[in-house]
């Protein structure tokens, strides 16, 4: 299994960015993707989940409203898009896989490379 992240970058406080996960090697339908973020300074934290079978979203209380996670089971992509972006967003955010029900705990099976958001005030 590779899982691939890829879209953060710089932006200013009210922007927006869509990140991206590229997987492969998953079997999917039985398949929970997850996005994590891991600041400075502290502990990695749940950001949003996505049951690959039938596309239920799960989120963290920080995120929602404000973050869509969504699949394309076509090219087997997740997204994390990100509105309204705030300072405290700021971190390395990586993409997850397991297999079994959702958890936003980090007990997932595998893990991609993180990609850094900055988030300007």
Avoid: H
Avoid at 9 to 23: D, E, I, K, N, T
Avoid at 37 to 54: H, L, M, T
Avoid at 75 to 101: H, I, W
């Amino acid at each position: 299994v590779q899982l691939q992240a890829f879209g953060g970058g710089l932006v200013q406080a009210g922007g927006s960015l869509r990140l991206s996960c590229a997987a492969s090697g998953l079997t999917f339908g039985s398949s929970v993707m997850g996005w994590f973020r891991q600041a400075p300074g502290k502990e990695r934290e749940f950001v949003a989940a996505i049951r690959w079978s039938d596309g239920s979203a799960y989120y963290a209380d920080s995120v929602k409203g404000r973050f869509t996670i969504s699949r394309d089971n076509a090219g087997n992509f997740v997204y994390l898009q990100m509105n309204s972006l705030k300072p405290e967003d700021t971190a390395v955010y990586y993409c997850a896989a397991r297999y079994g029900s959702y958890t936003s705990t980090y007990r997932y099976d595998y893990w991609g490379q993180g990609t850094q958001v900055t988030v300007s005030s």
